[in-house]
Nanobody, 117 residues
Framework: QVQLVESGGGLVQPGGSLRLSCAAS????????MAWYRQAPGKERELVAR???????NYADAVKGRFTISKDNAKNTVYLQMNSLKSEDTAVYFC???????????WGQGTQVTVSS
């Protein structure tokens, strides 16, 4: 059973920064893609950023230039550096890992990010 454990969420003022971490229970090279999603109250879950384990990243238009997704292979961890945070970034952020060859997606439990003054 794969476990994804997110951490790093919290309360931050507008314009501030946070770094989220997603620690996987197995080698991240076993995944095809890892990604961060978010879900605000009353809204659908949306893709924030994804990283292709073999190389490459994608971002939602709303976070381009402000958020950066990265990985540490040795720590089996994916990060989301969030800068210039806005109130509309407030949401529960979820980490996911996809194995395309098995059509399987794993999810973490989520971490709350609140941007407020």
């Amino acid at each position: 059973q794969v476990q994804l454990v997110e951490s790093g969420g919290g309360l931050v003022q507008p314009g501030g920064s946070l770094r989220l971490s997603c620690a996987a229970s197995r080698n991240i090279f076993s995944f095809s893609v890892m990604a961060w999603y978010r879900q605000a109250p009353g809204k659908e879950r949306e893709l924030v950023a994804r990283i292709i384990i073999a190389g490459g990243t994608n971002y939602a238009d709303a976070v381009k230039g402000r958020f950066t997704i990265s990985k540490d292979n040795a720590k089996n961890t994916v990060y989301l550096q969030m800068n210039s945070l806005k109130s509309e970034d407030t949401a529960v952020y979820f980490c996911s890992a996809v194995v395309y060859t098995r059509a399987t997606t794993y999810w973490g439990q989520g971490t709350q990010v609140t941007v407020s003054s």
